[in-house]
Nanobody, 121 residues
Framework: EVQLVESGGGLVQPGGSLRLSCAAS????????MNWVRQAPGKGLEWVSS???????VYVDSVKGRFTISRDNAKSTLYLQLNNLKPEDTAMYYC???????????????WGQGTLVTASS
């Protein structure tokens, strides 16, 4: 069974930081692109970042310079470091497994349960 379990969310003040983790199991983690997607309250899904199986990284413009995606293939774990958080970053953050290693012309075939990030004073 393919499973993704997110953790690390919480309540922080604007300007603060969090590190999200996504523990993966049930598939060859190193062979697949992985993604972070978020959903703010009352809004739709927004793709945040991806990392290919070979390490190429892409971010949505709004988080460039603030968020860092990484992966530890030996631990089958995906990470997202969130720095300088803004109120508009408040959302449920999901990790999602791509259907291939490149993250191109594919889809998000497995999702985790999500972890809530709240940046508010």
């Amino acid at each position: 069974e393919v499973q993704l379990v997110e953790s690390g969310g919480g309540l922080v003040q604007p300007g603060g930081s969090l590190r999200l983790s996504c523990a993966a199991s049930g598939f060859t983690f190193s062979s697949y692109a992985m993604n972070w997607v978020r959903q703010a309250p009352g809004k739709g899904l927004e793709w945040v970042s991806s990392i290919q199986s070979r390490g190429k990284i892409v971010y949505v413009d709004s988080v460039k310079g603030r968020f860092t995606i990484s992966r530890d293939n030996a631990k089958s774990t995906l990470y997202l470091q969130l720095n300088n958080l803004k109120p508009e970053d408040t959302a449920m953050y999901y990790c999602a497994k791509a259907s291939n290693g490149e993250g191109e012309d594919g889809y998000f075939e497995v999702w985790g349960q999500g972890t809530l990030v709240t940046a508010s004073s």
